[in-house]
Structure formats: structure tokens, C-alpha cells
Nanobody, 117 residues
């Protein structure tokens, strides 16, 4: 059973930075894509950033230039570096991993990020 464990959330002031980590229980080479989603209170879950096994990355327009997704294959960990944080970035952030064949979707338990002065 695959487990994804997020860490690194917390309270930060506007303009600050946080780095989220997602540690997988197995090799991340087994996933075709890994990413970060977020869900703010009263809103739908949305994609923040995603990286594929081919090392391609894509970002939501709202975070481009501020967030960076990266992976450490040796540690089976994916990171989300978040800079210049804004109050609208406040949400629960979830790690996601996908296997295309057969289609399988894994989720972490989520970590709260609050941007507030």
C-alpha cells in the first residue's frame, strides 16, 4: 500500500516562504506523475504544481514564478518550495501521485498552510 506523508506546513506572514515535503513509502519512479493540490475553505481542490517521470513540470497560473516543484529520487520525496506567499495561498495542501496504467491515484493526508499577518 502506497503512503504519501506531507510535512512542512504552518503559519507564515505574507511575503514569507515555506517548503512542503511529500515522502512516499516506495520508489517515486513507480509514479508517472506527482504533484501538489490545495483546497481552501469552501472551494474545490485545485492543482498547484505537477512533475512527471520525464521531469516535466506545470504550474497553476496563480503560483507561476513563486512556487517550484522538485523531486529527490534517492529520498523518494517531492518538494514544493513556496515563496512570496500571499493570504490567498492559505489552504490545505495535498500530495498526489498517479500511475497511468492501470489508472491509480494516491493522496496524502494534507498539511495546512496559513498565510496571515
Amino acid at each position: 500500500q502506497v503512503q504519501l506523508v506531507e510535512s512542512g506546513g504552518g503559519l507564515v506572514q505574507p511575503g514569507g516562504s515555506l517548503r512542503l515535503s511529500c515522502a512516499a513509502s516506495g520508489s517515486i519512479f513507480s509514479f508517472n506523475a506527482m504533484g501538489w493540490y490545495r483546497q481552501a475553505s469552501g472551494k474545490q481542490r485545485e492543482l498547484v504544481a505537477e512533475t512527471t517521470s520525464a521531469d516535466n513540470a506545470r504550474y497553476a497560473d496563480s503560483v507561476k514564478g513563486r512556487f517550484t516543484i522538485s523531486r529527490d529520487n534517492a529520498k523518494n520525496t517531492v518538494y514544493l518550495q513556496m515563496n512570496s506567499l500571499k493570504p490567498e495561498d492559505t489552504a490545505v495542501y495535498y500530495c498526489n501521485a498517479v500511475v497511468y496504467q492501470p489508472w491509480t491515484n494516491y493522496w496524502g493526508q494534507g498539511t495546512q498552510v496559513t498565510v496571515s499577518s
